[in-house]
């Protein structure tokens, strides 16, 4: 089965640029860390320094050392036991700054981590319904969960070693100076060869790593809808060609890693020559300085060390580099999404209470995708306040989506929707959606009880009203037969419960809402006869002096409405009362005969299914 893939927009602002804007809040925090990192550094080649001149007190016979020259101390065992007290410091001061600077760059990372999680699911929860038709679930998911980890990954350590990396090549460059300038060039040759192939591996690893982040997003989607639609893939023994699928994507997943890994794993044997290099022109030059008497022994010995210690941690920079590319291509999808505008923004106003629930329709018209594709054309339609009315018409005509632009899921292309006279643009969704109570013929559960789920509109009612809620559904006797009653885990998505019960706990969850409008679509399509008789016999006392709007496909439900609008192709074509529409002999007349068996349906075509 082909499938479309939709990809997460890419920010195209300098994403390192664009995390130290994100991470404005913690300016001092980092600032912090960089300075306990540097310290670190500071501490770690000193113990290089105070082994030349543990050389320089051993072979120097006669004339003073540097360190006699510092302390003022002649005799050279003291000065011996001056450099090992020295030394104990260092090492102490270098393992307390170790621990201190990684703590802080890690808390870092954690606090970053979960703020971009948070932030990004936040944002995701102000998007309007067109946009997560236009996404897939899984790669939403690779987003809000993969690519957040991989941004922790690298905030991890990679800033502490790239800052000890810079600082080591400052501070050794400052001892090479000052002790030999021109063993320093000899030393420092490697450096721009190491930065030239660090820019041209980090060029050729930027659009591999973007390509994994993509390829993680399919198989996020693969696995989503595979895990989702378990039952329909067991019903239709379809479990090997989705296996195949998820192969496919998994496959092509490998393939994307395999190539970044096959470019910045050649990085690391380039920066290993490079070292050799460096260290070998170091040995030749600085030794043979030190046999010709030019440069101290001491001098030698410490410059020898500074190379290893200039070079060696060069050797992790590609690992350091390769991370940071994996961080850098997920924050452009972290940010893309954090970039992405809502379509459909709240108002500022509130509703006067108490809400009365007046609402009305005026030349409203709405579209899915363009103009020739309306949905709505038109409409007109006033619901007093109090009064129960329905819309009915055959499927596509339109009814849910009346529904959404009451809700401000989607935003009408044209005409106004008011409630208590106040345009719906104008209101916040605080109050536009808090006096609303919404059963969607879409039941969702959410995991957890069914106390949790009932009281997800209402989160501080009691137990009083939440049974009595459960009761005025038809839902208390079921409930309260199960061992745990309200304490019952329903599942995710309440799979552990059957169709009907899943849709009697939402409509009791809308109830116990207590709205001032009630919105009920298709909200007893999933219930028996008997069961949708006494929800209907419930909600004729629930939606007194209560505005409520029913969609139904069965018109028998709502045949006792103030108002029942009939809607064709997106547009009105009839209103009155049950009685009045019969008596008419319209559309809602030609309707109610073939759901009484009075008219037969009309005839459905042939199909030749061998």
């Given at each position: 089965?082909?499938?479309?893939?939709?990809?997460?927009?890419?920010?195209?602002?300098?994403?390192?640029?664009?995390?130290?804007?994100?991470?404005?809040?913690?300016?001092?925090?980092?600032?912090?860390?960089?300075?306990?990192?540097?310290?670190?550094?500071?501490?770690?080649?000193?113990?290089?320094?105070?082994?030349?001149?543990?050389?320089?007190?051993?072979?120097?016979?006669?004339?003073?050392?540097?360190?006699?020259?510092?302390?003022?101390?002649?005799?050279?065992?003291?000065?011996?036991?001056?450099?090992?007290?020295?030394?104990?410091?260092?090492?102490?001061?270098?393992?307390?700054?170790?621990?201190?600077?990684?703590?802080?760059?890690?808390?870092?990372?954690?606090?970053?981590?979960?703020?971009?999680?948070?932030?990004?699911?936040?944002?995701?929860?102000?998007?309007?319904?067109?946009?997560?038709?236009?996404?897939?679930?899984?790669?939403?998911?690779?987003?809000?969960?993969?690519?957040?980890?991989?941004?922790?990954?690298?905030?991890?350590?990679?800033?502490?070693?790239?800052?000890?990396?810079?600082?080591?090549?400052?501070?050794?460059?400052?001892?090479?100076?000052?002790?030999?300038?021109?063993?320093?060039?000899?030393?420092?040759?490697?450096?721009?060869?190491?930065?030239?192939?660090?820019?041209?591996?980090?060029?050729?690893?930027?659009?591999?790593?973007?390509?994994?982040?993509?390829?993680?997003?399919?198989?996020?989607?693969?696995?989503?809808?595979?895990?989702?639609?378990?039952?329909?893939?067991?019903?239709?023994?379809?479990?090997?060609?989705?296996?195949?699928?998820?192969?496919?994507?998994?496959?092509?997943?490998?393939?994307?890693?395999?190539?970044?890994?096959?470019?910045?794993?050649?990085?690391?044997?380039?920066?290993?020559?490079?070292?050799?290099?460096?260290?070998?022109?170091?040995?030749?030059?600085?030794?043979?300085?030190?046999?010709?008497?030019?440069?101290?022994?001491?001098?030698?010995?410490?410059?020898?060390?500074?190379?290893?210690?200039?070079?060696?941690?060069?050797?992790?920079?590609?690992?350091?580099?390769?991370?940071?590319?994996?961080?850098?291509?997920?924050?452009?999808?972290?940010?893309?999404?954090?970039?992405?505008?809502?379509?459909?923004?709240?108002?500022?106003?509130?509703?006067?209470?108490?809400?009365?629930?007046?609402?009305?329709?005026?030349?409203?018209?709405?579209?899915?995708?363009?103009?020739?594709?309306?949905?709505?054309?038109?409409?007109?339609?006033?619901?007093?306040?109090?009064?129960?009315?329905?819309?009915?018409?055959?499927?596509?005509?339109?009814?849910?989506?009346?529904?959404?632009?009451?809700?401000?899921?989607?935003?009408?292309?044209?005409?106004?929707?008011?409630?208590?006279?106040?345009?719906?643009d104008e209101l916040t969704f605080r109050s536009l959606r808090g006096a609303t109570g919404f059963v969607s013929q879409d039941v969702f559960l959410f995991q957890g009880t069914i106390r949790e789920n009932l009281i997800y509109g209402r989160a501080d009612a009691t137990d009083a009203q939440i049974r009595r809620a459960a009761e005025l559904a038809e839902a208390a006797t079921f409930i309260e037969a199960l061992p745990d009653g309200y304490d019952t885990v329903v599942g995710e998505r309440g799979q552990k419960l059957s169709g009907g019960q899943r849709q009697r706990l939402t409509i009791a969850r809308a109830i116990l809402r207590d709205p001032r409008v009630l919105i009920l679509d298709e909200a007893t399509s999933a219930v028996d006869n008997e069961t949708e008789a006494?929800?209907?016999?419930?909600?004729?006392?629930?939606?007194?002096?209560?505005?409520?709007?029913?969609?139904?496909?069965?018109?028998?439900?709502?045949?006792?409405?103030?108002?029942?609008?009939?809607?064709?192709?997106?547009?009105?074509?009839?209103?009155?009362?049950?009685?009045?529409?019969?008596?008419?002999?319209?559309?809602?007349?030609?309707?109610?005969?073939?759901?009484?068996?009075?008219?037969?349906?009309?005839?459905?075509?042939?199909?030749?299914?061998?």
């Amino acid at each position: 089965m082909a499938t479309t893939r939709t990809v997460i927009p890419l920010s195209e602002t300098p994403p390192l640029r664009e995390l130290w804007q994100y991470s404005r809040g913690h300016r001092g925090r980092v600032i912090l860390a960089f300075c306990l990192s540097v310290a670190n550094k500071i501490f770690d080649i000193a113990p290089e320094l105070l082994i030349g001149a543990a050389v320089d007190i051993v072979v120097t016979t006669h004339g003073e050392t540097f360190v006699g020259r510092v302390t003022g101390v002649s005799n050279r065992m003291d000065q011996l036991t001056i450099l090992v007290v020295a030394t104990v410091v260092i090492w102490l001061l270098e393992s307390a700054s170790e621990y201190l600077a990684i703590v802080t760059w890690r808390n870092l990372s954690q606090r970053l981590e979960h703020e971009a999680r948070m932030d990004c699911y936040r944002h995701v929860q102000d998007l309007e319904m067109a946009y997560f038709e236009d996404q897939s679930s899984g790669g939403l998911m690779a987003v809000l969960n993969d690519d957040v980890n991989q941004l922790e990954r690298f905030l991890d350590m990679g800033p502490h070693k790239l800052t000890i990396t810079a600082a080591n090549v400052v501070f050794v460059g400052i001892t090479f100076l000052v002790m030999s300038p021109k063993l320093a060039l000899v030393a420092f040759v490697p450096i721009p060869v190491i930065v030239i192939g660090s820019l041209r591996y980090q060029r050729r690893l930027q659009p591999r790593y973007a390509k994994v982040r993509a390829a993680a997003g399919v198989i996020g989607d693969a696995l989503t809808n595979g895990l989702g639609g378990i039952a329909t893939i067991k019903a239709f023994n379809a479990q090997k060609r989705e296996i195949e699928r998820v192969r496919v994507d998994s496959d092509a997943y490998r393939v994307a890693n395999e190539e970044a890994i096959v470019t910045s794993t050649a990085f690391r044997p380039l920066i290993r020559t490079a070292v050799l290099a460096g260290f070998a022109m170091t040995l030749i030059f600085g030794g043979r300085a030190a046999i010709q008497g030019t440069l101290a022994v001491g001098f030698f010995s410490t410059l020898v060390y500074m190379t290893q210690r200039l070079l060696w941690p060069l050797v992790d920079l590609g690992e350091v580099l390769d991370n940071y590319q994996r961080a850098m291509a997920s924050c452009r999808r972290i940010f893309g999404l954090l970039g992405t505008k809502p379509g459909i923004v709240p108002g500022t106003r509130d509703l006067v209470e108490p809400v009365r629930g007046d609402i009305e329709f005026r030349d409203v018209h709405f579209a899915y995708g363009t103009a020739e594709q309306e949905v709505l054309r038109g409409i007109t339609l006033k619901f007093a306040a109090g009064e129960t009315h329905a819309i009915v018409g055959a499927t596509g005509a339109g009814k849910s989506t009346v529904l959404k632009v009451l809700l401000r899921l989607y935003e009408p292309t044209a005409g106004v929707v008011t409630l208590d006279g106040v345009a719906i643009d104008e209101l916040t969704f605080r109050s536009l959606r808090g006096a609303t109570g919404f059963v969607s013929q879409d039941v969702f559960l959410f995991q957890g009880t069914i106390r949790e789920n009932l009281i997800y509109g209402r989160a501080d009612a009691t137990d009083a009203q939440i049974r009595r809620a459960a009761e005025l559904a038809e839902a208390a006797t079921f409930i309260e037969a199960l061992p745990d009653g309200y304490d019952t885990v329903v599942g995710e998505r309440g799979q552990k419960l059957s169709g009907g019960q899943r849709q009697r706990l939402t409509i009791a969850r809308a109830i116990l809402r207590d709205p001032r409008v009630l919105i009920l679509d298709e909200a007893t399509s999933a219930v028996d006869n008997e069961t949708e008789a006494a929800i209907q016999r419930s909600l004729a006392r629930v939606s007194v002096n209560r505005t409520t709007i029913v969609i139904a496909h069965r018109l028998s439900t709502v045949r006792h409405a103030t108002c029942i609008h009939v809607l064709d192709a997106g547009r009105i074509v009839e209103e009155g009362t049950h009685d009045e529409l019969v008596a008419r002999g319209g559309l809602y007349h030609a309707l109610w005969m073939v759901q009484t068996g009075e008219a037969a349906a009309p005839d459905a075509p042939e199909f030749d299914l061998r």
